[in-house]
Structures are given as C-alpha cells and as structure tokens.
C-alpha cells in the first residue's frame, strides 16, 4: 500500500502563487512516476502535471504549462507543484497519485486510470 498526502492548498489572490506538496509513505518507490491532477467544482477530474521516477521528464497539461513547474525530491519521497500566475480557472481540489508502472511518457502521463494511488487532494481557491 501508498500513501499519500498532498498539503499547502489554500485561498490566494489572481497572480499569486501557491507550494502544494505531496508526502509519500508505505510501499512507494523513486521508480514510480507521480502525477498531479485537479477537479473544479463540478467538473472532471483532469490532468496538470506528471513526473518521471529520476525527476528528469516532465509533462504539463497546456493550461498550466509555463506557470507551474512539477518536481521530486526522492530523499524525501515527495512531489512538489509549483504554482505560479494563478487565475481564477486554477480553482479546483488537487490531487496528487502514483502511477502503477514504472514506465514515463507523453501519451500515458495524463492517463487517470494508469495512476493507482491517490492523495485525499487539497483545495486550491484563486480570488479575483
């Protein structure tokens, strides 16, 4: 079993900025690659942002691309998303999840179903 737990969620101006962070215990693994999704009030759940196990590969959904920046710390078993020029549609609960293969690229990454375990997510509410 993973868990995980995402933290530094909050409420935040447009144009501001916001750390979310992502604690993994139990059996996880620097292999795994790490995802970060988020879900609008009444919407889908949909992709922001996946890393490689080393850290070396990224991929961002094109409506953060720029302004968040996805990254490990494999010493600590966390995954960060730094996020950067909030706008109002940023608003939403993210989550972050472990996919359940080792394998990273472009075409998987924004996969919901390849990720087996998820965080209880954190709220993120941009004001204008």
């Known amino acids: 079993q993973v868990q995980l737990v995402e933290s530094g969620g909050g409420l935040v101006q447009v144009g501001g900025s916001l750390r979310l962070s992502c604690a993994a215990s139990g059996r996880t693994s620097s292999t795994y690659s790490m995802g970060w999704f988020r879900q609008p009030p009444g919407k889908e759940r949909e992709f922001v942002a996946a890393i490689s196990g080393s850290g070396s590969n990224t991929y961002y959904a094109d409506s953060v691309k720029g302004r968040f920046t996805i990254s490990r710390d494999n010493a600590k078993n966390t995954v960060f998303l730094q996020m950067n020029s909030l706008k109002p549609e940023d608003t939403a609960a993210y989550y972050c999840?472990?996919?359940?293969?080792?394998?990273?690229?472009?075409?998987?990454?924004?996969?919901?179903?390849?990720?087996?375990?998820w965080g209880q997510g954190t709220q993120v509410t941009v004001s204008s």
């Open positions: 999840a472990q996919k359940s293969s080792p394998y990273f690229n472009n075409y998987d990454a924004p996969r919901i179903s390849l990720y087996g375990y």
